[in-house]
């Protein structure tokens, strides 16, 4: 199964980060802009410990671009890059 990544907002505020699996579509439910710091840092803590379990058995797609908004926004160094251009 390929699973990708999205964003929902714009390069102001990020608002939720989208997970695609198949034909499910998972949206952070946490509205990123206004879940302050502590809420940032918790949901990007979640969304590698999630990122890393799924790349075991799964391949993980997100653009460059993508990424690096997502990182920015949660405080991440690297962790969401490295599933750059998977597909």
């Not at 997970?19 to 918790?42: C, P, S, W």
């Not at 379990?53 to 990182?71: F, M, P």
């Amino acid at each position: 199964m390929k699973i990708k990544l999205g964003i929902r907002g714009s390069t102001d505020a990020i608002n939720h980060i989208i997970i695609k699996l198949d034909d499910l579509m998972l949206v952070t439910a946490d509205n990123l802009f206004l879940t302050g710091e502590e809420g940032r840092g918790k949901t990007g803590k979640n969304l590698v410990e999630l990122l890393n379990t799924l790349s075991k058995d799964h391949e993980i797609s997100v653009g460059e671009n993508i990424a690096k908004e997502i990182e920015r926004e949660l405080n991440l160094n690297g962790e969401i890059i490295k599933y750059a251009n998977n597909g």
